[in-house]
């Protein structure tokens, strides 16, 4: 088998692919100061990209075949990331920590997974809004914090401000 063949070639691309686009997700969070990071993102990304590859290309003798179905993969991309994204969690003194980050691990996965279908336009599309969402509606969020009475202010804090 030739490593640099035309299907492993793709296949490396599709990788690079996923991983770029997690870390610019990850670079978002990093610079918001939240524990994942570029490498966690854009290992969630390539992993989920990864299984994703795997459920597409390393069965091809079974596809069509009763009992096979290798969307049960990627299905399972969905409950790992799931399990993942809880251990980023944590809910301490009336505060809820992480959970902006968990699902943002939760969309990367997504992402990643769209980059393993080979489907790049909705995977860069849906990055693009990732990074909005965390970006200015965070900046929109935290404008309206400020505005609030303190009382209110207060009440939010305690409910997950550090998203």
């Known amino acids: 088998m030739d490593i640099f063949s035309a299907e492993n070639l793709e296949i ?17 969070r990093r ?18 990209a990864l299984f994703t590859i795997i459920s597409v290309v390393a069965f091809p003798e079974y596809i069509g075949k009763p009992g096979f179905d290798p969307s049960r993969i990627a299905s399972q991309n969905v409950v790992g990331i799931g399990f993942l ?3 980023l ?7 809820v920590r992480g959970l902006t980050t968990a699902a943002g691990l939760w969309v990367a996965a997504a992402i990643g997974m769209c980059v393993g ?3 790049y336009a909705i995977a860069i599309f849906a990055t693009f809004l990732t990074l909005l969402i ?23 804090n305690g409910e997950d401000k550090e998203d």
């Not at 969690?89 to 505060?95: A, P, Q």
């Not at 200015?136 to 209110?152: A, G, K, N, Q, V």
Request: hydrophobic letters at 55%.
């Open 12 to 28: 490396f691309y599709q990788l690079l692919v996923a991983v770029a686009l997690g870390a610019a997700i990850g670079a978002e």
């Open 31 to 48: 610079l918001a100061q939240k524990t994942a990071g570029m490498r966690t993102f854009a290992l969630v990304s390539m992993g989920a």
């Open 117 to 119: 279908y080979k489907l």
């Open 89 to 95: 969690i944590v809910f301490t003194e009336s505060k």
């Open 85 to 87: 994204g809880a251990g």
């Open 134 to 156: 965390f970006l200015l509606l965070w900046l929109f969020e935290d404008r309206l914090l400020s505005r609030m009475p303190l009382r209110l202010h207060e009440e939010h």
